[in-house]
């Protein structure tokens, strides 16, 4: 069965720090899809990335960037100087090719000023 | 570009009433439609999840039950709810063949 960890409950940093949010996953699949959502306060989870398994280049979007290991089962996400408005909750997903996202527990971070 | 919409955006409900909450798609033809729950402070749980019109899985035995009777309107329903059902309620759609998923809004309830 598919399963998604995010050992990091709260995370708390100082605006402009840089933080990475842990994702470890289970599959027995060869063929799978990874995802990071953010959930901010007003609660509407926005679609960050999708990477696939066949693709490990680590990807950088801005601020962001994920680095994806199948050697360890982990799809990293990295925020550099991170910002207030970067306050939310991060959710990593699994998704097998037979069947539906499964998402991990969520990560809550808070940028402080 | 598509849109989703969800409504009620807030709604509190006595014990024991009937529910029913809609999702509407814009902009797409075919979606996967999912609704999931998120209880207070913790992750979600997909509660249902649809590839076409009338057809529904169920993930989680429940009080709850979901219909899709048009091609990109996918409702929640409930007979008469519970303290347990409280919780943001989340409808996603999914482009037929993709994976990423999309969220509406979602809908806050407290059931009282």
């Known amino acids: 069965a598919q399963k998604v960890t995010q050992a990091q409950t709260e995370i708390s940093v100082v605006e402009k720090e840089d933080v990475t949010l842990d994702c470890v996953y289970e599959?027995?699949?060869?063929?799978?899809?990874l995802f990071w959502y953010k959930q901010p306060p007003s609660g509407e989870l926005v679609f960050l990335i999708r990477r696939n398994s066949f693709d490990e280049q680590n990807e950088i979007s801005g601020r962001y960037s994920w680095n994806f290991q199948k050697s360890t089962s982990s799809f990293n996400f990295t925020i550099t100087a991170s910002q207030v408005v970067d306050s939310a909750v991060y959710f990593c997903a699994l998704s097998e090719a037979s069947s539906d996202m499964r998402f991990g527990a969520g990560t809550r971070l808070t940028v402080k000023p | 570009s598509q849109t989703i919409h969800q409504w009620p955006a807030t709604l509190v409900q006595p014990v024991g009433s009937p529910l029913s909450l809609e999702c509407t798609v814009e902009?797409?033809?075919?979606?996967?439609l999912y609704w999931y729950r998120q209880a207070a402070g913790r992750g979600l749980q997909l509660l249902f999840y649809s590839v076409g019109i009338g057809q529904i899985s169920s993930e989680v035995p429940q009080n709850l039950s979901a219909s899709r009777p048009q091609d990109r309107q996918f409702i929640l329903s409930s007979k008469k709810l519970l303290l347990s059902d409280s919780g943001f309620y989340l409808c996603?759609?999914?482009?037929?063949?993709?994976?990423?998923?999309?969220f509406g809004p979602g809908t806050r309830l407290t059931v009282t």
């Open positions: 902009g797409t033809s075919n979606p996967n």
């Open positions: 599959t027995r699949d060869t063929t799978y899809y």
């Open positions: 996603a759609w999914s482009p037929f063949s993709t994976y990423e998923q999309y």
